[in-house]
């Protein structure tokens, strides 16, 4: 017999850190929120956050349009915080996935300077 994989059977909550939990007061969600309410979603049962983008963007499309794949865009939060987040999900079971969506890459991005 077969064991699935776990994401055949998972459940996976999709967050958009922007508006998920503004945690700073600007208005904006960040990193620290979605670190905020681990608790919450472990009650839940879910077995993987899927966190859309937090990188560099010029906000042109929601931040769909990255301008830098290896940077967290600071209205988000810090690496450091993304590495708190990471390692509180962890603590709890909880997958961390990134969405990596490279068609929506911004013209602000090295790929498009490059010549």
């Given at each position: 017999m077969t064991i699935p994989l776990w994401w055949q059977n998972g459940v996976?909550?999709?967050?958009?850190?922007?508006s998920f939990q503004d945690t700073t007061g600007s208005g904006?969600?960040?990193l620290r929120g979605?670190?905020?309410?681990?608790?919450?979603?472990?009650?839940?049962g879910?077995?993987?956050?899927?966190?859309?983008?937090?990188?560099?963007?010029?906000?042109?499309?929601n931040g769909y349009d990255v301008a830098n794949y290896?940077?967290?865009?600071?209205?988000y939060g810090t690496l450091d915080d993304f590495d708190?987040?990471?390692a509180q999900a962890?603590?709890?079971g909880i997958r961390i996935i990134l969405d990596m969506v490279f068609n929506h890459t911004s013209t602000q991005h090295a790929w498009f300077a490059k010549r």
């Open positions: 996976i909550y999709q967050i958009y850190p922007k904006t969600g960040d979605v670190t905020q309410h681990l608790d919450y979603l472990q009650r839940l879910v077995d993987a956050i899927w966190l859309t983008p937090f990188y560099i963007s010029p906000q042109v499309d290896t940077a967290i865009d600071p209205t708190e987040l990471v962890k603590a709890r």
